[in-house]
């Protein structure tokens, strides 16, 4: 299941009318409601909103980490709505994500080295090539290796631990790299290195990004294409400039109100 192998003209993937509802004392909530969304070969999308908004409940879906009420996923212009077994795991080979504590995801007792090759080890990558690959992935997240791969985690800085997972995701050749607040604990100047790092790899490597976060000013600065959930509900759409300059919902418009400096940064940055 790759994009090289299987030429798709349409979105590398899909949600069609995915709703998701959860059971609640007293009844259910509906967290994501009838959304529809195309992710395209090499850009960035990027989902913003507030928090409760559904983003994650929507991140969780295309992960295939939860199950949708109703509606449909696709990849590379298959159904994985309801796949399992060995198809399930190439999908989550092909589709990879980063989220919010990357420290969560280390075992404090584990180098940046062993860490990576037990990584690979686990998703069967043949032995021969693995430090080359793992050096090479360091590589793309701007770390270097012979400093990187000795260290534990608590020795890393929250960016520097944020890329190595980027850079775990990376060893998978992914075709899809889903980042989930991957940059909200970061302070401000590590945040813009690891956007910088997204957009390269978008550049670089074609990938396919979704970037999900409650900042609009982040998700301008990186996405091609800008979705804006409230309530479950995709409320806007369309490419960043469009929304950054005509936005047409009035959620929108005051999540953009709190970036007073977005317009000039952003036609600096153009
Ligand atoms: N397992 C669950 N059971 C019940 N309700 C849930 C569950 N997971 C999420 N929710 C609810 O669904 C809604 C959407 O949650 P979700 O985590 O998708 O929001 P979010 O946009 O990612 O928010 P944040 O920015 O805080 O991460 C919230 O009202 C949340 O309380
Ligand atoms: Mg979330």
Known sequence: MSANETPVLGPVLSAQHVTKQFRV?????????????????????????????????????????????????????????????????????????????????????????????????????????????????????????????????????????????????????????????????LDASLRVSVLNVLTDLRRELGLTVLFITHDIGQACYLADEVVVMEHGLVVERGTTDQVIFSPQNDYTKRLLADVPDLKGSLKSRR
Not at 65 to 89: A, C, E, F, H, W
Not at 103 to 110: I, R
């Open 25 to 185: 004392a007293g009844g259910h909530i509906t967290a994501v409601d009838d959304v529809s969304v195309d992710f395209h070969a090499g850009k960035v999308l990027a989902v913003v909103g507030e928090s409760g908004s559904g983003k994650s409940t929507l991140a969780r879906m295309l992960l295939r980490l939860m199950p949708v009420t109703s509606g449909t996923i696709t990849y590379l212009g298959k159904d994985v709505t309801n796949i399992s077994g060995r198809q399930l795991r190439a999908y989550w080979r092909d589709v990879q994500a980063v989220f919010q504590d990357p420290f969560a995801s280390f075992n404090q007792f584990f180098t940046v080295g062993n860490m990576l090759s037990r990584s690979l080890k686990l998703a069967d990558s043949s032995a021969e090539s693995n430090d080359e690959l793992i050096e090479r992935c360091l590589g793309y997240v701007g770390l270097k290796p012979a400093d990187a791969l000795r260290k534990y985690p608590h020795q890393l800085s929250g960016g520097q631990r944020q890329r190595v997972m980027v850079a775990r995701a990376l060893m998978m050749n992914p075709k899809v790299l889903l980042a989930d607040e991957a940059t909200s604990m």
